[in-house]
T-cell receptor
Framework: KAGVTQTPRYLIKTRGQQVTLSCSPI?????VSWYQQTPGQGLQFLFEYFSETQRNKGNFPGRFSGRQFSNSRSEMNVSTLELGDSALYLCASSLEAGRLSGANVLTFGAGSRLTVL | AQSVTQLDSQVPVFEEAPVELRCNYS??????LFWYVQYPNQGLQLLLKYLSGSTLVKGINGFEAEFNKSQTSFHLRKPSVHISDTAEYFCAVTQGAQKLVFGQGTRLTINP
């Protein structure tokens, strides 16, 4: 069974540009969450999607957005990039939305490392 | 609001020695607790989880953790570490939703 696949793995952008990151969840998983990892702030929750609907959102500015498609694949977009957006962006999928359980836990992808110059 | 404190940012140990990585959480309600491991240039891999039941939880790679509600702790232990255990370890908490709150991580370094 393939794991969570994130593309691209590495990318470099300049300030002011925008970027789109993609996440393909484990087959059968319907919930996708995104996290940002930086040396200073650590791991922070961005948002969660289920059935193409955003169910939960973290404390990030509106420049950060996402969406989910009918096949559960998800994309996140960051517009007007700032130097501080340089980070590892991690996607995680789970079977269902709602409460975690023995079977419904988060599985993370390898991440997309974004560098903003 | 929930928070997680990992008491040590770095822990150096010798190979085959025991190790304990400490994690304390703050929450006024029941929580679910997790330990994840991150190897260089990789994502997070679930080591173990506490959802309910027995307070001693066994995970992969010989790791275990004990949930202590009175001390709001969830320390991770391994009786004998290997060079391959060198990684960063993250403790996380949630009240049940998909939104995890992570600690700042503990970098475990194994010396031969």
């Amino acid at each position: 069974k393939a794991g969570v696949t994130q593309t691209p793995r590495y990318l470099i952008k300049t300030r002011g540009q925008q970027v789109t990151l993609s996440c393909s969840p484990i087959s059968g998983h319907r919930s996708v969450s995104w996290y940002q990892q930086t040396p200073g702030q650590g791991l922070q929750f961005l948002f969660e999607y289920f059935s193409e609907t955003q169910r939960n959102k973290g404390n990030f500015p509106g420049r950060f957005s996402g969406r989910q498609f009918s096949n559960s694949r998800s994309e996140m977009n960051v517009s007007t990039l700032e130097l501080g957006d340089s980070a590892l962006y991690l996607c995680a999928s789970s079977l269902e939305a709602g409460r975690l359980s023995g079977a419904n836990v988060l599985t993370f992808g390898a991440g997309s490392r974004l560098t903003v110059l | 609001a929930q928070s997680v404190t990992q008491l040590d940012s770095q822990v150096p140990v010798f190979e085959e020695a025991p190790v304990e990585l400490r994690c304390n959480y703050s929450s006024s309600v029941s929580v679910y607790l997790f330990w994840y491991v991150q190897y260089p240039n990789q994502g997070l891999q679930l080591l173990l989880k506490y959802l309910s039941g027995s307070t001693l939880v066994k995970g992969i790679n010989g790791f275990e953790a004990e949930f202590n509600k009175s001390q709001t702790s969830f320390h991770l232990r391994k009786p004998s570490v290997h060079i391959s255990d060198t990684a960063e370890y993250f403790c996380a908490v949630t009240q049940g939703a998909q939104k995890l709150v992570f600690g700042q991580g503990t970098r475990l370094t194994i010396n031969p």
